[in-house]
């Protein structure tokens, strides 16, 4: 595709479900980033990856959070036993220069 | 005190306005600055996006920055109702030691509405 795209668009579960989201990058895009957009926030830097390892993870907010990328393509990030402070946006951007980075358009997890 | 901070609106301004949208920030680091629009429901697009600091002009969009104050600013000028939107700031660094990924640090957004 031409984009960064996201699946699934909404995602609702209950509080301690574990929930998969997945990013699928432009092709030849190396980096990737998630971010996580609370209501009326700004975006909060969760994890990024180079080609399919992580050098930051620094952002992940819990150990209940992991990502992983696979063929320098697709990446899923994973919360395990789901809070409702989990409950936001799920942003994946991808970028060839590190400089530009497209969006995907987001993973809306609600928590109930 | 936060990195970034944007002045947090919301903002509503009749068509045909002037916008100025603001943004400052305390890390020195940083070395390039964006401006990213987003629209309800959908991921950010980049807008504008410069290293230095000045004035850098796109059609009715000028991005200005002012790295001495530590300020940036965006500017909208013949406000359309298709520019309303969330406008964030963000800013970024390279990093040192070839650790160049070009993390970006985001403000919290400003919710811009332009009406008939």
């Known amino acids: 595709g031409a984009g960064v795209s996201q699946s699934p668009s909404n995602k609702v579960t209950e509080k301690g479900k574990d929930v998969e989201l997945r990013c699928d990058p432009i092709?030849?895009?190396?980096?990737l980033y998630w971010y996580r957009q609370r209501l009326g926030q700004g975006l909060e830097f969760l994890i990024y990856?180079?080609?399919?390892?992580?050098?930051?993870k620094s952002g992940l907010p819990s150990d209940r959070f992991s990502a992983e990328r696979t063929g320098e393509s697709v990446s899923t990030l994973t919360i395990q036993r789901t809070q409702q402070e989990d409950s936001a946006v799920y942003l994946c951007?991808?970028?060839?220069?590190?400089?530009?980075?497209?969006f995907g358009p987001g993973t809306r997890l609600t928590v109930l | 005190q936060k990195e970034v901070e944007q002045d947090p609106g919301p903002l509503s301004v009749p068509e045909g306005a002037i916008v100025s949208l603001n943004c400052t920030y305390s890390?020195?680091?940083?070395?390039?600055f964006m401006w990213y629009r987003q629209y309800s429901r959908k991921g950010p697009e980049l807008l504008m996006y410069?290293?230095?600091?000045g004035n850098k002009e796109d059609g009715r969009f000028t991005a200005q920055v002012d790295k001495s104050s530590k300020y940036i600013s965006l500017f909208i000028r013949d406000s359309q109702p298709s520019d309303s939107a969330t406008y964030l700031c963000?800013?970024?660094?390279?990093?040192?030691?070839?650790?160049?990924?070009?993390?970006?640090?985001f403000g919290q957004g400003t919710i811009l509405t332009v009406h008939p």
């Open positions: 410069t290293y230095s600091s």
């Open positions: 990856f180079q080609g399919n390892s992580a050098p930051d």
């Open positions: 890390n020195s680091a940083f070395q390039y």
């Open positions: 963000a800013w970024g660094w390279s990093g040192a030691g070839g650790t160049s990924y070009g993390k970006l640090t």
């Open positions: 951007a991808s970028s060839a220069r590190f400089t530009v980075w497209f």
């Open positions: 092709s030849g895009h190396t980096a």
